[in-house]
């Protein structure tokens, strides 16, 4: 079986996050909307959309959908989840998930009422290269974790792009650092035990949007985390990495591991590099939500996990003396 997908927007995540995985994995993308019907066209040429709508309602209201992706900008998830799930569609939605945590709280309460699934699109979660860091983080092989540290680097947008508007919920923290704090949370999950944020320190591009945001945890164990962004690098990094009392462990492109999927672990005996495949994250997400729309099979990650996320993504900005979105 293979699903049908509605796509929100023609947004530049969208041939890496929806197009390639719906083509590998063998579903259709049925129809498309932008706020510019020329631009949806192209993207349609490009990617082989069967169909162009008039309007984001109008591919929710489709009954030739049967799952909705929304990568739109920021301040649009949760309006258009909203609208999806009084459909009855189940969602794909980018992160984050909500401008707030109150935001998110009001989709997921809409989700739960009308049992509609509505997934946070964090790919990173499904490689193997992020569950191979986290089997690192609880199984002893580095001892017991003191440090982890997730680092998110990109080069400045232009200068009208969604991630630089307040109103479209723009920010480093949000586009980034969403991230981090949901990595420091999954292995809190895993046995480090819930975090707790200590300090946060942001610098404004423009008032209350931050170009950088770096976010001090600790775990109950005394471990520390940081979760540091920045959207005005010279150059693209994601990496994650772990200190423990027997060694370390670097993952060297959590959010590409496409492009390297290298995991280079250090302990007394030696450094060894692993290499855990290059098969995009994006198509691992993919598989899962379709299994789980498709078959009934369980998410790894429930809407609660998103509301939470937004509570911690709130509170970052409260600590680093800004207001959330």
């Known amino acids: 079986m293979s699903l049908r997908i509605g796509v929100l927007g023609a947004s530049r995540i969208a041939e890496q996050a929806i197009v390639g995985p719906?083509?590998?994995?063998?579903?259709?993308?049925?129809v498309v909307a932008a706020r510019d019907p020329q631009r949806?066209?192209?993207?349609?040429?490009?990617?082989?959309?069967?169909?162009?709508?008039?309007?984001?309602?109008?591919?929710?209201?489709?009954?030739?959908?049967?799952?909705?992706?929304?990568?739109?900008?920021?301040?649009?998830?949760?309006?258009?989840?909203?609208?999806?799930?009084?459909a009855g569609k189940p969602v794909l939605t980018e992160k984050p998930f909500a401008r707030n945590h109150t935001e998110a709280y009001d989709v997921a309460e809409a989700a739960g009422a009308a049992g509609v699934s509505v997934l946070e699109g964090f790919h990173y979660l499904f490689h193997p290269v992020t569950q191979r860091m986290f089997e690192l983080a609880v199984g002893g092989e580095l001892g017991e974790i003191r440090h982890v540290?997730?680092?998110?680097?990109?080069?400045?947008?232009?200068?009208g792009d969604p991630r630089w508007s307040l109103e479209l919920a723009g920010g480093?923290?949000?586009?980034l650092g969403c991230y981090g704090l949901h990595i420091m949370r999954q292995l809190g999950a895993r046995g480090l035990g819930r975090p707790s944020i200590t300090a946060a320190h942001a610098s404004q591009h423009s008032p209350g949007v931050d170009e950088w945001c770096d976010v001090e945890l600790r775990f109950p164990s005394g471990a520390t985390g940081c979760s540091?962004?920045?959207?005005?690098?010279?150059?693209?990094?994601?990496?994650?990495?772990?200190?423990?009392?027997?060694?370390?462990?670097?993952?060297?492109?959590?959010?590409?591991?496409?492009t390297d999927d290298r995991v280079t672990i250090r302990t007394p005996g030696g450094t060894s590099v692993e290499h855990l495949g290059t098969r995009p994250s994006y198509t691992y997400q993919l598989e899962v939500f379709a299994a789980h729309v498709l078959h009934g099979e369980a998410l790894p990650i429930g809407i609660e996990d998103a509301v939470q996320n937004m509570h911690y993504v709130d509170?970052?900005?409260?600590?680093?003396?800004?207001?959330?979105?």
């Open 40 to 86: 949806a066209r192209r993207f349609a040429d490009a990617y082989g959309v069967e169909r162009v709508a008039a309007g984001y309602a109008d591919v929710i209201e489709d009954p030739h959908v049967d799952v909705v992706y929304n990568p739109l900008a920021n301040a649009l998830h949760a309006p258009w989840n909203l609208a999806a799930i009084k």
């Open 315 to 325: 509170a970052a900005y409260r600590a680093a003396g800004m207001s959330p979105r």
């Open 228 to 258: 540091a962004n920045t959207m005005t690098a010279e150059a693209y990094s994601f990496t994650i990495k772990l200190v423990g009392t027997k060694g370390d462990a670097l993952a060297h492109d959590f959010i590409k591991p496409h």
């Open 22 to 30: 719906a083509r590998e994995l063998g579903h259709r993308l049925t």
């Open 172 to 175: 480093a923290l949000m586009d």
């Open 149 to 159: 540290e997730v680092r998110m680097a990109m080069p400045a947008p232009e200068a």
